[in-house]
């Protein structure tokens, strides 16, 4: 059997004071150290998952934001395409309306110098008539 000496409670006490001041000295601090530890990884894993969100967000909206910027620019930019037709297109239909104004006065001032010269030829028709008539007439005499 076991026996229990006097140095056994000695040692018994010394084992419960060294493990009651261990236990306050050492053992607490470092569990309270890597509890705090743990608590601060969390809240930065925490705050990278909030931040990734945010700017998960802020890249949606940025992608809302130029999609709509885009189209807008596509509006504008067909907006502005049919603005040049139209423009062109009455540029032209003034420029046809120009160039058939000036054509049909052009062919009104050729019919009136044609009449003109129609007319002065009917005078010098009949005069040249007249001449030819007295030359053969004329050249019969002799």
């Not at 306050?24 to 969390?42: G, H």
């Not at 603005?83 to 001032?109: L, N, P, Y």
């Amino acid at each position: 059997m076991v026996e229990f000496t006097g140095w056994f409670f000695v040692l018994l006490g010394n084992f419960l004071v060294l493990l009651f001041v261990l236990d306050e000295l050492l053992y607490k601090p470092v569990i309270n150290m890597l509890i705090e530890r743990d608590r601060v990884k969390l809240n930065s894993l925490r705050e990278a998952r909030d931040l990734l969100a945010k700017k998960d967000a802020a890249f949606e909206s940025f992608k809302k934001d130029l999609a709509a910027a885009h189209e807008q620019a596509r509006k504008e930019y067909m907006r502005l395409k049919e603005e040049g037709i139209s423009k062109r297109k009455e540029i032209v239909g003034k420029a046809q309306e120009e160039a058939i104004k000036k054509f049909s006065e052009a062919i009104k001032e050729i019919a009136s110098e044609i009449e003109k010269v129609r007319s002065s030829l009917k005078t010098e028709i009949s005069l040249y008539a007249d001449i030819i008539i007295e030359r053969l007439v004329y050249e019969r005499k002799n």
